[in-house]
């Protein structure tokens, strides 16, 4: 008898928790993406509130946006090519803006800003302001004008000032890479090539597993851009003009298997003979 009573009591904490759990895990992920990242006060406020727990309360704001970019992450996974709601870019960088002004020496606000405030929201300048804000604080750091130097190269075209942070990436760093990318012009034949390597580097070394899912996925969606510029390429050579289709590489046997979109696109040629996707590079999101 004396032993049955702990037994039942921990069969009826079981089973509590168990009736507790599924209904709040239902709950959490029926709710609104924007209420789960809620809301948090103004950095003027927070700045006075937060005393001399600064680097704490930025890392609390850095881990709230992981949190809430997690979800969306699964989210998009779970629901296939197309997502219910967007995710509130906004106000993410709102909070890491605030992190950083907090703590201008937290790594992991300006590693995760770069992730999304570039590819998924484009706000290229926004992202480069605050990579160059926090090359002020950490003067050790190769990982932050390396971000900007593929930045200014990559999405805003501007060879001089990619040049200049690479430069800069490469005495920090000692790699070959960045001290090569600074002594050389980056032609648009070449950036793919860039944005390949970039993502590959961006894989192996994410900590977080959902920004690393989001890296892989726009990788592979820029693998496949690869193979068809590079089956493209070959065509042209051969046969003296360019392809008309996509498909019609696949039918001439330049290119197989074809390559599919991982966001649920269609890769097509513009009128520029550039590979373009229906998607965008994004995940599409269902109308209500």
């Given at each position: 008898m004396?032993?049955r ?12 928790y ?9 709950y959490?992920r029926s709710?609104p ?9 103004s950095?003027k ?13 930025a890392?609390?704001l ?6 809430y ?8 996974q ?6 219910t ?8 960088s ?7 002004q907090?703590?201008?020496?937290n790594?992991?606000?300006y ?7 570039t ?8 992202a480069n302001?605050m ?8 003067t ?10 593929f930045?200014s190269a990559?999405?805003l ?10 430069q ?5 760093s ?15 034949s ?11 580097g961006?894989?192996k070394?994410?900590?977080n ?5 989001s ?16 089956a493209?390429?070959r ?5 003296g ?16 298997p074809a ?12 009128d ?9 590079f994004?995940?599409a999101t269902?109308n209500?």
């Open positions: 004396t032993y009573a702990p037994v039942i009591i921990l069969l009826i904490g079981l089973i509590s168990t009736l507790l759990i599924v209904p709040f895990t239902s959490m709710k993406i924007e209420e789960k990242l809620g809301y948090v006060p950095i406020i927070l700045k006075p509130m937060s005393v001399d727990q600064k680097e704490l309360t890392a609390a850095v881990f709230k946006v992981m949190m970019f997690g979800d969306v992450v699964g989210r998009s779970d629901e296939g090519p197309v997502v709601e967007q995710p509130d870019l906004q106000g993410m709102r909070l890491l803006h605030g992190a950083v907090l703590d201008p020496y790594m992991d606000a590693y995760f800003a770069q992730g999304f405030l590819w998924d929201a484009g706000q290229i300048k926004v302001d990579l160059q804000y926090g090359m002020k604080y950490r050790w750091d190769w990982y932050l004008p390396f971000f900007a130097g930045n990559f999405f075209k501007d060879y001089g000032k990619a040049a200049e942070f690479y800069r990436a490469g005495k920090l000692g790699q070959q890479l960045h001290i090569n990318l600074a002594g050389r012009y980056l032609q648009e070449g950036h793919t090539d860039l944005a390949i390597a970039y993502l590959t961006m894989v070394t994410a900590k597993e959902a920004v690393k899912k890296y892989q996925t726009r990788l592979a969606a820029f693998q496949g851009v690869r193979r068809i510029e590079q493209r390429d065509f042209l050579a051969e046969r003009n360019r392809p008309v289709s996509v498909n019609q590489l696949v039918q001439s046997g330049y290119l197989a390559p599919v979109d991982p966001y649920g696109g269609r890769f097509f040629f513009d520029a003979g550039k590979v373009s996707t229906t998607s965008k994004a995940f269902k209500k």
